[in-house]
Structures are given as structure tokens and as C-alpha cells.
């Protein structure tokens, strides 16, 4: 260990070398990363800005509380295309978290190793499906099945059932996929020591599994509901073009984002009020979902507090 | 804490104090034995003997085994090396009694010397002072443990006394030499459990402190 | 075991729990069924629009337009030059000439168009794979009382053709070779763009931000921005690349403005706006990746008297590269399949010729299969599922590389 | 006479042999572990050590690939037979493991949880301050039982665990290393802990710290992977026997630390 | 005279107080670590034997809240002061870590990548074989210098990486729990290689293994949580004084179990 | 595996054999010294005697920082706690030549009773056994230890030989008495020595077995 013998002399240099390359990386990863806010900005001033000049022309509480949506006659209130929001929603949970959750507890708590793995890649093919082509599929079979089942006279060719559910095949794989991930991420040990005194698997997974991981799951919930509520194409194809004040699923009914895409396909003119009513949408989707968003962020990160 | 450990280190003391009662009783037994010339009972002292050695024995195993399984350091360390030094030392004891016992049993038919009045004596102290030993020990009373070594001039006196008196028994009548030596024996032996009960008093002094200064026991 | 004594104080309960324990489990493996079907009924209703009997009438009998016997398929170009001069409005004619003379065209070029101009097959009627194959009879009587003149063939709507051929007003003749390279042309723009900036935020989020307000804000932010609904990057590209920034998304800053574009619908605003949308995925997947870069080995690495720089490149970026590159992968076949953004952004609908750079309009495959979807002619559902097939062959493979990459990760540390 | 032949082990292998899949994890266990006191099992990492502390309750059926061969006799009756229902086997014989894996429920619940199930009959409460007294955890969480089990301290979560499984009664406690998580103090806490569970409770556990096999048990079962990289049982006795004057070489190798 | 004061210990430190945040963790440490001798750093959990440890060599700075208040002292020069620059401090003075973490590069590459970095200009063939060498690891994978460093055992793979330390040549090896994730038989090993590598390093070892402490180190540091929960440096001196007859009670009753 | 406590196993063996060429040395010189009346020489030893007790001392603190630090079990506890043993044995063993010394000093001016013969005979023969007694256990030969102590015969022969010699002399001439128990005295010290070995023989078996199977050394 010649050199070490030398390392111990006394002229010892442990004076700051100055590293230019790694300040200027640094800098430029970090506007890299600032540039989302951009993103943020963007969003929040674009919407806000326009939908300022529609608030210029339609007040807060006609936006809020009308229950008709007819820009052609003046017409501007929410209510319509949020209804059809909330109903292909509900329509959509309603099939989803059952659904997904059991698939979750199949998956994480029965399933044979090797059914888990094939079953967990078909799923993700299910997730990984532009929604277009559930769009496609709400429309030519959705549909019709209900259209068989109902009759035609009742179910109308375009219809919010038949989105909602098809939503709710869209989301099923996200709410499995993250509940699934969520009660996998339980230690295994928690079972163990479920089974150590005696408990049967079912027992194990549904009050020892599932309520530690129920914040996860939550989470899931949550955020299948924003998805949900954000999705576009199914309703764009499937749930009908117009507006529609009603409660009944088998009637089309435009929802607040197939409004949106209806009507800047078409070729609208910037500086109309069509043009502006998008925006108010569009920002109030966008608070929408950013609440939901935020409070699973809210759960999800207190879960991981638990188990990391 | 620590329960089976402390468990073993009160059995461990509680078997020395054992053994020193064993010891402190052998002794005294044989001394007065001879005093009475009982041949009988001196027999059965001498063949005691082995219950003390088994005592020992058995005490050492255990703080073998409490070495083993319970990774003593320091003060707990000190504390069974000491026990295991201290059963050592009382064992001895135990084969100074059996020695005195043998003394009266070769003795046979022969008379003593002259009629025994300091050897019971010098029994009695030693005793005594192995008795305050071994509570010194047990409760780790440093005054005591250091105070007790004093007493052994007090043995050593009676000793030398003895020793006198025994020679000019010898000087006036050579043949009752033989007779002396058995005496002049008798007391040796309890001269050295005297010389024992400092060690056992060093080891308690170390058992606190962690030093372990030895007197000169040696003759 | 009868042979041990009941545990005392506890009911004996057992059988119970067990019957219940069966019923569920029965239960979530009906549920996982459910799933597994939909899945397969969405693949099957794909596939069964894709194929099946179609009736062609024709306007013009082929065969009436042969010429001393020789079958149209077999006549000179010359000869078909003619046939369609005679057939078409002189005007068309010369329209064709100018485009290209007909002495320079191949002759199935020429003989493409007689075939769609002059003798204009037309689907009078589509069966479903399901029909075609189980009331073929049925059919055939439909057919041969409804459609006297028409041929039934039966067709693969995805083939050759359709992949080759661009967008058509006539279904069978559509195709979705605009689509797909519009497709590329915008991944194009969005890998370029979401990947490098992706890639950094992550690398700067996971190894320099300290606990600071803005560190926390941009984290917090990306993490809300992933669930933002795609339609609103839909309406902020709108009213950023689109409208904002049409000087430079049309090209006009570069003078190169594309004749057919006049404004900022072009493939840069698309793939701009979809990089907008999948950054947050890259970045949220990249973070996972290097985050799963176990900290000891940064430890090490700094113990040995690495700076933080070497550090990263040398062991935190290889390490976490498959991860990065998978869920890059997945943020593009996102972005692949996103179709409200663009319609939103103002995807053309209707192009036939080829894209030639960022500032040509645009189609994309997602955009052609809503168009198609929604027109009301059964045969366009047809090209529409054919269409969709081509986009999840092209999903899959992609899918395919992820999962090999992914494996080869979970092997690795 | 056979009832009290039967009930002298308080559980006993015979021939038994732990695969997992086709490779042998453990060969030939004989081993018989007397009632109330405290068997130590020990050996270098890997050979088989919690495999056969598994297959004592049939934890190991929760590894897909793991099978038995042979008997475990518990009361006389072996476990592995195919009349026997796994679950009634792991309510009789407990277990702890090696991370402190409370249920992230109540203090209350931990305890209470198993005994529920289990249809337990008489007085939750003092069930639940009985066990957590038994556990010697009561004293200390006894104003918070409703707080998160997680919010123990490590040594403490431990304690819950023990207490959550001398709820359900058993006869048996298997430990899987119950302490190698904890830090010295909290150790020595587990380690009182078994010495009192002794008095009620049959305890068997595996232990990577020697010293530790040597402080709380009575018997030591020592394990060494055989040549064929099976485990097998090298040396089964009186723990002061073990480690003061083992019969075998390796035994003594081992405990002395000259192995390999 | 100064010249050979400032180089009698290899490290000191000054009045050392270490802060998370607000949170003071350990408090005024003063202690000199002697040249090429083993130094163990022993204490109940949390009480900061990492925190400092970690001062030692500035690996602290790593964690964002963390600084250092105090001084510590090597080759004269106070690490904390302005103008040092911790990446110089860490070449010099090296660490092992709890959880073995090699590189997931071949064994040659994670031997030779901090000389590489740090511009060692020798043969570094001849360096990967002196260092692999120095960890007593070169002949069980002189033959297969090309596997990856993760496919050797967990006592391997912190051998290597004390290799891989070593291979920087560095004054101070810091090791940190570095048996910890180990087997008996593995952690004997790097015991033994410790004492080796004493021989040309001065070795500063926190443990949570008393026995280890007393085993390898030739002085002992021993840590305790004071009243206000900072952690202290209650008694420092040679390992055998220690362990047979430590200065303070809390010293043996830590050591002897007997503590909390 | 396990340098460093190997290491300090081979020290304390080192150390033992060190401590018993002291005893050795100590003894054969002590006698050596009284049979030619030297008394300086006799002076010397007694005051060597320190350093015996100071290396004992020594063996002794070893062994507990051996065992504080090391945990040894099995063999290498029975080793460490008989090195302990046979230390003291030693020690013991100095401190009877030290007496062997005294007796020298003491014994002045006076001429010894009768020339030294077979004394030094005991003296060599015990020393021999002690050494091969070492030998024994340093290299843990366990029939060696076996055989050892059925050599005390001799020993205790050539004590019981000198006794009867000195009686005779006593009876011849009283005054001699106090010069005859000086010799009587140095051969029970080196008959004890005897008995001494025979212990470090008993350790040395129990080492390897583990096996501690006393004979009886009292007298
Ligand atoms: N789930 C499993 N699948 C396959 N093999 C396994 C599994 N669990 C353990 N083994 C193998 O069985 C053998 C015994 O493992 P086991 O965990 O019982 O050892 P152990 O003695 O408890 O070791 P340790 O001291 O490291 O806990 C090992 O070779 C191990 O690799
Ligand atoms: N990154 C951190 N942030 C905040 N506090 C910390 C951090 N790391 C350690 N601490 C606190 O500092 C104190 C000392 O921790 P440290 O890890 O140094 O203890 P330790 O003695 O090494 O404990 P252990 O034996 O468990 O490793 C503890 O109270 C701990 O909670
Ligand atoms: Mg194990
Ligand atoms: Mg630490
Ligand atoms: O036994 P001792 O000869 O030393 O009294």
C-alpha cells in the first residue's frame, strides 16, 4: 500500500474544484422540470381567458343553474351536458368497481401464479385500447345488444347507457390494475399472519387484505371516476350529439365533453360564443377532475406512508 | 431484563452459599470431632467430602453453561469467574475438614497430645470469618470484603501459638512427635482456610471493582 | 380431527366459514370472467365487421368494356386510356393529363382508374363475418332478390389495398395510408419533444429537487396534470399552437408554408399537443424508474468519491433505462390511440395526399376511425373496424417491445 | 395409556421430508418437541431451518410449490393427512414471524381480530387485556388500545403480534426469527416474553443468533445442509448440552463459529 | 511539532453536533479515532451512531436537512469548513455500507469504476487484482472477473464492495452495520477482514452486535440517547476495558443487557 | 475463521507455558537453594514470587477479555475456564517454592537437619511431571493426562519416606524439631505440588470430553 502511505502525508487538498458541466446540467434539468408548471399556466389562463369572454356574455348563475343548452337560441346552461356527464359516469362505476375489485382480489388474493400472469397482460390489452375503438364498440354492439334486450322502440341509437357501460369496460382494467396493485403492495406478511391464527382466505383477503389496502383502493376509485368523467370518444360516438335535460339512460344525451369535441370539429370561427362555450366547459371539466385528481393524490400518498 | 440470567446468578450464589455452609460445617464437625475423639463421626465427615466436591462440581458446570448461554460481560463476568474461583477455594476447604477427619481417624487409638483448646478456637474464627466472607460476597460489600483479610493475623497468631506450645510438648517427650504433627497438621489446615477467605474477599473486592489486588497468601 | 378436543371458549364455526369463503371466491372469479369476456366480445365485434360478404354492383358491366374480346384486365394501356376517355367528363380528363401524362403512368394506374371512375363497383350491401359464415344461404337468396346485378364476394376489408391506398370518399376504396403516416408524423413530433424534457424533469425531480415549495409545486403539478382529461390538452394546444402560435406551427416563420395549409392545424400543433399531454406520463413513469434505483447504489457510488453528475450517468440512468424506454413506450401508444385532442386541434378528416413535414395538415389513424364510425354507410363501419385492427396490430407491437424491455429490467436488479 | 403416549410430545416429526417443487429442502426431520418449554432451532442460512418451522402448521400449503412428505404428528394425529383441515391446524398452533407484521387496525382489533373469527364466545375485553397482560404489552398501551397497532414501537408491534396470537389459545407458538428485526433491547423484552409464554404455551423458535438459542431455550435443534444441499437435523438435545459439550463435530463448529 | 500533532489520530472530531431539520440528534460529541486500529461504534437504536458516522466523511450532506455544527478534524482540516469539497473528503475517506450494494457491473468494472473516476493512472489490472486481494475475495472470482457482481453471495458481494473501497485507497474505511444483512459464517469473514485491513487502514465500524464490537474493534465508542433524546458519547476506550469493566453504569448496562 | 480469538487462544497457551516454566523454575531452584543453604539465591525466588502472582494475573484478565469479547462455547469455554484453573494451580505452585525459600531464610544459621537427597529427588520428579503435564495440555494428549497422575505414587512414596526419616531423626534429638518440620514442611509443599498436577491433568481431560472426573487430591 505504497500510495495510501503517500495519501496520509500531510499535503492533503480537500479544496472545492469548481465542476462548470455539472452546474449547468443541474440549471438545465431543472427547467426541464419547471416547464410543466408552463403546462399548468397554460391550461388554467387559456381556459380561463376565454371562458372570461363567455362570462362576459353569459352570467355565472344562467351557466350554472340553466337546464337548457342551446347556444343557437342563447341558451346556456350546464345542467344538460353535466347530467349526461354524471349519468354515463355512474353507469360506468356502477359496472367498474365491482367489477374491478373483485377481478383485483381474484387476481391478487386466489389466482394461481400462473393465471395471474396471463390474465394480467390480457387486461392491460383491454386498458391499453384507444377509446375509439370503444367508441366503435358502444355503438355497433353495445347497442344493439341493448336494443335487443330492451327493444328497439325503447333504447334509442344513440344513448347514454350504452356509453356509460362501455366507460365501465374502458375503466375496469384501471380500477383492477390499481386496486390490484394496491392490495399486492399489503405485505405479504399481513397474510401470513391472517392464516397464522387460523383465518380462511377469504377471511384473509377481505377484512385483513382489503381493509389495509382500502386507501389504494379508494384511490382507484377516485380516480376511475375523473377518467370517467374526462372520457370523450365513447360519449363523441356513442351517447348522441345535442343536448338533452334527462334521466333516462336509454335517451341520447350529449355529455360536457362530447359537446366539446362536437363542436370544434366542425369548423367553428374563433370569436364566437360556440368558441367560448368551450372553454367554459372545458374549465369546468378541468376543476372537476383536478378536485377528484387531488384528493386521490391526497389517499394514495398516505397509503404509501403506511406500507414505505 | 435479562430474567434467566439474573434467575441463574441468584442460583449460582445461592449454591455458594451452599457450598460454604457445607464447608463451614465439615470444618467445625472436624475439629470438634477430634476434640471428642469420634472417630465415627470424623468418618463421616471424611466421606462427605464428596458430596462437597459434587457441589463444586455442579456449581462450575452451571456457570459454564451460564458462560455459554448468556454471554456475561463486565460485572457479570467478573461474577462468575469469581464464583467459579470461590467454589474452588471453599471445595479446598472441604478437603482441609477431610484432612482434620482423617487426622482423628489415623489417630486411632492413640491419645491427643494435650486436650484441645486453641484449635477449636482458631476453628471457630476461621468459620467466622469465611461466614462474613461469603455475605460479603453474596451482597458484594466492599467495606466488609476489605476489612475481613485484616483478621487473619488472629489465625496466625493462634497458629504460631499452637505451633509453640506443640513444639515444647515434642522437646519435653519426642515420641509423642508423631502426635504433635497431627496437631501442628489440624492447624495448619485451618490456617489456610484463613489465607483462603482473603482470596475469597479479594475476589469479591474485584467482583465490585474490577481490581483485583492480591494479598500474599502464600506460607 | 376428532381426535382433538374442541378448543374451548371459541364456537365451532368452521364449516360456515368456509361455505362463504367458497360463494365469493366463485363470485370474483364470475367477475374476472366478465372482464375477460368484454374484452373478447370487443375483439370478435372488431373482427366480425372486418370480414364478411360483400354485393358489388357495378355501374358498368367490366365486361362490356372489353375490346375485341380481350377482358379489361388484359388491355393495353393505350386501349384503357381510351375507355376512359370515353367514359369520363372531358374536364376530369384533362385534369388527369396535367397531373401527369398518360404515357408516364403505369398501366395499373390506368387501370385503377377505369376501374373506380368508369366502372364504379359499388357495396350495395355488407354482411357481418358472423352472417357470412353461419346464413350463407341466406345471403346468397337476399342477394339474388335484392341485388340482381351485384356480385357477392367475400371480403377482407383490411388487405393490401387498404393499407396502401389513401382516404377515399368511396369505402372500398379508402384506405389508411395518410392516416398511418400521419400517425408517424405526429409520434414523430411528440417523441421528439416529450422525451428529452420528460426524461430531465424526471432525472432533476428524483435526484437534485430538495425539499423546496417550487420542487414540491412541480411534482404536485405533474402528478394532477397526468389526469387532466385529454380533451382539454385538446382545447389548450387549440388555443396555443393552433391560434397562438400559428406563425411558427404553420411554418410561416420559415416561409415554408405548406400551399395546403393556411393555418396551424398542421402535424406540428398535433404532436406538440400530445407531447403536452403523454410529458406528465413520461416523467411519472421515468420518476418510477429511477426511483427504482436502489438508494444504496447512489450511496456507493458518492462513497467512492463520485460527483453527483457521474453518479447519474453512470449508474442511475443505465440502470433505470429499460424502465424509462417501457414507460415511454406506453406514453406513445397512449398518444397513439388519443383521438379527442386531435379532433379538438383540428385533425383534417379528409386527406389523400401524403404528408411531407411538420407543417402539413394532418389526419392520424384514431381521427380516420371516428370519421368512419360515425358516417351513417354500413360499409364505412367495415373500413372502420379494418382500420382499428391496423392501429391495435400497431399498439401491440408496440406493447410487445415494452413487455420484452420490461422483462429484461425485472432480470436485471 | 396410549392417550398419555400419544400427548407426551407436544408435537412431533417423523420422516419428514420438505420439497419445494422437485428439489428436497429438508431431508428426514425426526424431531420431538416437548410441551412448555422452549425449543430453539438453529443452523447456517438456507438450510431449511423455517421451512420445517412451516410445515409444523401447514403454513407452507400458502407456497404453491412447496409439498410434505412424512408425518407431523400433533396429538396424535398427522397433520398432512388429507382429512385434516389446514386452518384448524394453524388456529391450534400459532405463529410469529420475523418482521413485526401487525394488522394496521386498532391495538384493540390486533388482538381481538383472530379470536373473532374464530368465534370466540366469551368476553372480548378481557380477552384482549388478558393477552395483551400474557404479552407483557398491557401495561403499556393499555390508555391508547385504540390507536393503530403501526404506531408501536418495533419491539412493541412484536408484542402485539404475540398477543394477537395467544388470543386464538393455541397450544403451539412457532416464531420465525421473532426478534432478528429488533434491536438489542427490544430483543431482550421478546426474549423474557418467551420464558413466561413458556409457562402456558409450547414454543419452537428458529433463530440465526446463537447466543440467542443459548440465552431463551431449553432444547436446541441444530439444522446443517447435508451434502446434497438438503437440509437434515445434525443434533437435537438439552440446550446447555449444546453449547457446552456438543456430541457432533460439526455442531461444535458451528456454535463456535469455525464453520466453512 | 504541529506537523506531527495534526497526524496523530486519522480523524477527530470537535464539539460535533449533528441536526436533522430542527432536530438536534446527537449532541457535542468529542472523540479521536486512532491510526490503523479498529474503532467500534456501539449504542441503543437511534441514538445516532449512523448520524455520526456519516459526519465523518460528509455523507450526511446527502440528506437534505441534515448539517453539522462543530468541527471534524482531518489531517488538520476541518471537513466542514467552506471551501472543502466533500467529493475530495469522500475519496478519501471510503464507505461500506449495511446492505452489501454492488454495482450491477461485472466484478472487474465495480473494483475499477472509483479508481476510474478518481483518474488512477496505474494498471488497473494490477489495482483490481491488489484490492480484490486485500478483501480476501480474489481467489474465489479471480476466474470469473466478468460475472456480474450481484451473482456472487451476500457475504461476497460486501466483500467486493470493500474491494471496491479499498481500491480508492483511501486513509478512513467508514462501515456502517456492514455485517448486518449477513449470515454467522459470512459476518466471521468479514470480521476477520476487518483485522486485516487494519493493518493498513484505520477502520471506524458502527454495530448493533455488541459481541461484534468487542470481537473486531480495538476501541470502543459508546453512544446513548440523552435526556433531551440527542444522542451522546457516553463512554469511549479500549474494547477489552469496556466490555470487562466499563467506567460508566450505563456503559454496563447497556453491554450487560440490562438497560430501559 | 475466528482469527483474532485463535490468535488469543495460542497467546494464553504461550502464556500458561510461560507461567509453568516460572513455577518450574521457581521450585527446582528453591530446592536447589536450601540444599546448598543459599540463602541470597533463596531471597530472590521469594521475591520472583510477584512476578508469578502479576503473570497469573495476567492469564487470568486475558482469559475475561477472552470471554467478555469472544463468546466462546463448548471446547472453547472448557479452555478458557481451564486455563483459568490451571493459572491459579500455578500460581499455587509458586507460591510453594516461594515457602520452600522461606523456610531457607528463615532457617538462618542453623544447618539443615540432614544433607538434602531426597528432596531434590521430589522436587524433580514433581517438576517432570508438571512439565509433561503442560505439555499435555497445551497439545490436549489425552492419554498422557491419564497416565500422569498414577505417577503421584512415586511422589507421595518419596514423601512418606522423608517423613518417617525426619521422625526418627526427632526422636533421636528433640531440637531438632523445629529443624525437621522446616524439611517436613518443603516436602509436603512439593507433595502438593504433586496433587496439583494431577488437577491441571483432570482439566486437561476435561477439555477434551468435557468430563470432569475428580480424583480425590486432598490430604
Ligand atoms: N418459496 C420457496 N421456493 C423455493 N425454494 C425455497 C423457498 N423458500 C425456501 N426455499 C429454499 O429452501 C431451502 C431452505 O430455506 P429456508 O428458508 O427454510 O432456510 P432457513 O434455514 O430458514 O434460512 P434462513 O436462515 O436464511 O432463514 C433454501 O435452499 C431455500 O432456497
Ligand atoms: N434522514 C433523517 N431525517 C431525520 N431524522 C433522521 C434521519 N436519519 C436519522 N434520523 C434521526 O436521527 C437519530 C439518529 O439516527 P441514526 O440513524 O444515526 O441512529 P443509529 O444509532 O444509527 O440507529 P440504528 O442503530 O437504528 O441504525 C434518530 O432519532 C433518527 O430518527
Ligand atoms: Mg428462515
Ligand atoms: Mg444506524
Ligand atoms: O491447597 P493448598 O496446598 O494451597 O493449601
Known sequence: MQENKQANSPRVDLRKKRRWGESLIQASLFLAGAFSILTTIGIVYELGKEAMHFFSQVSLWEYFSGTKWNPQIGQFGIWPLLNATLMTTLIAMLVALPIGLSIALYLSEYATHKARQTLKPILEVLAGIPTVVYGYFALTFMTPLLRSIFGANVVDIYNTASAGLVIGILVIPMVSSMSEDALSAVPRSLREAAYGLGATKLETAVKVVLPAAISGIMAAFIVSISRAIGETMIVAVAAGAGSNFTFNPFEAAETMTGHIVRISGGDLSYDSIDYNSIFAIGLTLFFMTLSLNVISQRIVRRFREVYE | MRKTFEYEIQQLKDNILTLGSMAEQALLDSVDALKHRDIPRSQEIYDNDDLINAKRFEVENAVMVAIATQQPMAHDLRLLASILDIAGELERMGDYAKGIAKINIIMGEQKLLKPLVDLPLMAEKTVDMLHRALTAFIEEDLNAAKSIPTEDDVVDALYTQIYQELITYVIADPTGIERSNWLLWAAHNLERVGDRVTNICERTVFIATGELDQTDTSN | ?413 | MTENNINSYAIEAKDLNLYYGETLAVRDVNIQIEKQKITAMIGPSGCGKSTVLRAFNRMNDLIPSAHANGSVLYHGKNIYEEDVDPVEVRRRIGMVFQKPNPFPKSIYDNVAWGAQINGYTGNMDDLVEESLRGAALWNEVKDNLDKSGLSLSGGQQQRLCIARTIAVKPDIILMDEPASALDPIATLKIEDLMQELAKDFTIIVVTHNMQQAARVSNFTAFFNLGEDYAGVLEEYGVTAEIFTNPKKKTTEDYITGRFG
Do not use: C
Not at chain 3, 35 to 64: C, K, M, Q
Not at chain 3, 231 to 237: E, H, P, T
Not at chain 3, 369 to 396: G, K
Open chain 3, 1 to 413: 380431527m376428532s381426535e382433538i378436543k374442541k378448543k374451548e371458549g371459541f364456537a365451532d364455526n368452521l364449516p360456515e366459514r368456509h361455505r362463504s369463503g367458497q360463494f365469493w371466491s366463485n363470485l370474483f372469479r364470475i367477475s374476472t370472467g366478465v372482464g375477460i369476456v368484454a374484452l373478447i366480445a370487443l375483439l370478435l365485434n372488431i373482427t366480425n365487421s372486418a370480414f364478411g360478404y360483400v354485393a358489388i354492383e357495378n355501374r358498368i358491366d367490366p365486361e362490356s368494356l372489353a375490346i375485341n374480346g380481350i377482358p379489361l384486365e388484359q388491355l393495353h394501356p393505350i386501349d384503357l386510356t381510351y375507355i376512359l376517355k370515353q367514359n369520363v367528363s372531358a374536364g376530369y380528363f384533362r385534369n388527369l393529363e396535367n397531373e401527369m401524362p398518360f404515357e408516364q403512368r403505369t398501366r395499373e394506374e390506368i387501370y385503377d382508374l377505369v376501374i373506380e371512375r368508369v366502372v364504379e363497383p359499388e357495396a350495395a350491401s355488407t354482411w357481418s363475418l358472423f352472417d357470412s359464415l353461419f346464413h350463407k344461404s341466406e345471403i346468397q337468396a337476399e342477394v339474388a332478390e335484392k341485388y340482381p346485378n351485384a356480385d357477392l364476394h367475400f371480403t377482407s376489408w383490411i388487405n393490401g389495398n387498404f393499407l396502401v391506398s389513401p382516404q377515399s370518399a368511396n369505402a372500398e376504396r379508402a384506405g389508411v395510408r395518410t392516416a398511418v403516416l400521419g400517425s408517424l408524423w405526429v409520434i414523430f413530433i411528440t417523441l421528439l419533444f416529450a422525451f428529452p424534457l420528460g426524461v430531465g424533469a424526471a432525472i432533476y425531480l428524483e435526484e437534485y429537487a430538495g425539499d423546496l415549495w417550487i420542487n414540491r409545486l412541480i411534482q404536485t403539478n405533474i402528478n394532477n396534470l397526468a389526469g387532466v382529461p385529454s380533451i382539454i390538452y385538446g382545447i389548450l394546444g387549440l388555443a396555443i399552437f393552433v391560434r397562438a402560435l400559428e406563425p411558427v406551427t404553420s411554418g410561416a416563420f420559415l416561409g415554408t408554408m405548406d400551399p395546403t395549409t393556411a393555418n396551424g392545424r398542421t402535424i406540428l400543433s398535433a404532436g406538440l399537443t400530445l407531447g403536452l399531454l403523454i410529458l406528465p406520463l413520461i416523467i411519472i413513469n421515468a420518476q418510477e424508474a429511477i426511483r427504482a434505483v436502489p438508494s444504496s447504489l447512489r450511496q456507493a457510488s458518492f462513497g467512492l468519491g463520485a460527483t453527483k453528475w457521474q453518479t447519474i450517468w453512470h449508474h442511475v440512468l443505465p440502470n433505470s433505462i429499460p424502465g424509462i424506454l417501457t414507460g415511454t413506450i406506453l406514453a406513445i401508444s397512449r398518444a397513439l390511440g388519443e383521438t379527442a385532442p386531435l379532433v379538438v386541434v383540428g385533425a383534417s378528416t379528409f386527406i389523400t395526399f401524403d404528408p411531407e413535414s411538420p407543417f402539413s395538415k394532418f389526419t392520424a389513424l384514431p381521427i380516420q376511425i371516428y370519421q368512419w364510425t360515425s358516417r351513417p354507410q354500413a360499409e364505412f363501419r367495415n373500413i372502420a373496424a379494418a382500420a382499428i385492427i391496423v392501429l391495435l396490430m400497431i399498439l401491440l407491437s408496440l406493447n410487445a417491445v415494452a413487455v420484452v424491455l420490461r422483462n429484461k429490467y425485472s432480470n436485471k436488479l
